[in-house]
């Protein structure tokens, strides 16, 4: 039996991606709407109903009526949008984070994937907030570049303009420190307050880089470069997708440089632990349209249909 398989939403960044991959695999039937038909409220909810998995790669609001839509109770739905990411009834969708979000994902019916920044960022906190070497009230900061992509369909038009544009150099943004990814990074990570976080875009068209420094002096017992990086290494030990890569690693790059697009075009994540006497920075490298969109989201359904996590990735 091959499962029916339908995505809303699919002429935006993440839907083209996610159909890009389901389309080379034989074990899925692809339910396609009519592309006149796609913004048609009940040509939509009778896709929706007829499908195993729905994936919502929508805005917020269309995507909160997506699910308003299903009256299906087999009906499983994946949501790419940042409505349900903090929603305790959805399972967060970054299995690697602990047994317990494994085991979500796979017996849920709604699963919301993470944010591309988020997915970095959490990777990083979250394990040192549940091995009780990040206090929950520590000031986090964080840092972050990523390739013009994930602006999706309206960003990517700007900096591919033929006319050209004015975006020669990275861009600060979200300058109000109220990005979409901060709740999801505050309340998944386990953190008291939100963390400051401060994302830029650059003149390429994917990959990212998600930084945090620490003061080792606020750690829960003064944790070395060295102890941080075992502690977090073993964390992810059994894992496929997320790689801690060997202290010193980035001292055989050019320049000792950790670029941004590394791991583009797979479903991985490496993590970079670095630092001093005094400081420690723990650095992220992800493919935004990857691990941090349309591969998560693979990986979520494949958990939830009892694949393989690595079918298709």
Known sequence: MKYKIYVDGSEGT?????????????????????????????????????????????????????????????????????????????????????KGHREKIQISKRVAVPGCYATGFISIVYPLIAGNLLPKDYPVTSHALSGYSGGGKKLIAQFEAPEGH?????????????HKHIPEMTVISGLEQAPIFSPIVCSYFKGMSVCVPLYRKLLSGTPSVE???????????????????????????????????????????????????????????????????????????????????????
């Open 166 to 178: 004015s975006f020669e150099s990275p861009q600060l943004y979200a300058l109000g420190l109220s």
């Open 14 to 98: 993440t839907g083209l991606k996610i159909n890009e991959r389901l389309e080379k695999r034989d074990d899925i039937e692809i339910l396609k709407i009519d592309p006149e038909k796609r913004k048609d409220i009940n040509e939509r909810k009778k896709y929706i109903n007829n499908a195993d998995i729905v994936f919502l790669c929508l805005p917020d609001s269309a995507a909160k009526e997506a699910v308003s839509l299903t009256e299906n109770p087999s009906t499983k739905i994946i949501d790419a949008s940042t409505a349900h990411r903090t929603n305790s009834d959805w399972a967060y969708g970054l299995p690697e984070l602990s």
């Open 227 to 313: 102890k941080i990086h075992a502690f977090i290494a073993d964390y992810y030990s059994n894992e496929k997708f997320v790689k801690v890569m060997p202290l010193g690693t980035e001292k055989e790059f050019p320049n000792s440089f950790i670029g941004a697009t590394r791991v583009n075009d797979t479903n991985n994540l490496e993590i970079y632990v670095t630092g001093n006497e005094e400081q420690i920075m723990l650095v992220s490298v992800l493919d935004n349209l990857g691990k941090g969109s349309s591969g998560a989201a693979i990986q979520n359904m494949n958990i939830m249909l009892g694949f393989d996590e690595n079918t298709g990735l």
